[in-house]
């Protein structure tokens, strides 16, 4: 997959992730992820010493 010139917005999470230490997040979608996806992710650096590590990131359901 090559990245599109453009894309529909189908999640847009404004939650303010203030978490110091590690953290699990999850965000519940309205839609059903098919075929291929673009996933972009607005970070914001409070210092040039912190650190930030992305570990998993899962799209799909969860059955219950």
Same mark, same amino acid.
């Given at each position: 997959?090559? =990245?599109?010139? !453009?894309?529909?917005?189908? $999640? /847009? /999470?404004? =939650? /303010?992730?203030?978490?110091? *230490?590690?953290?699990?997040? =999850?965000?519940?979608?309205?839609? =059903?992820? *098919?075929?291929?996806?673009?996933?972009?992710?607005?970070?914001?650096?409070? !210092?040039?010493? /912190?650190?930030?590590?992305? *570990?998993?990131?899962?799209?799909? *359901? $969860?059955?219950?």
């Amino acid at each position: 997959m090559t =990245t599109p010139n !453009s894309a529909l917005v189908l $999640l /847009d /999470d404004g =939650t /303010d992730r203030t978490a110091v *230490g590690p953290a699990c997040y =999850t965000v519940p979608a309205s839609f =059903t992820p *098919g075929g291929a996806m673009t996933l972009g992710l607005k970070v914001v650096i409070g !210092s040039t010493s /912190d650190r930030i590590t992305v *570990g998993m990131i899962a799209i799909g *359901g $969860l059955s219950e």
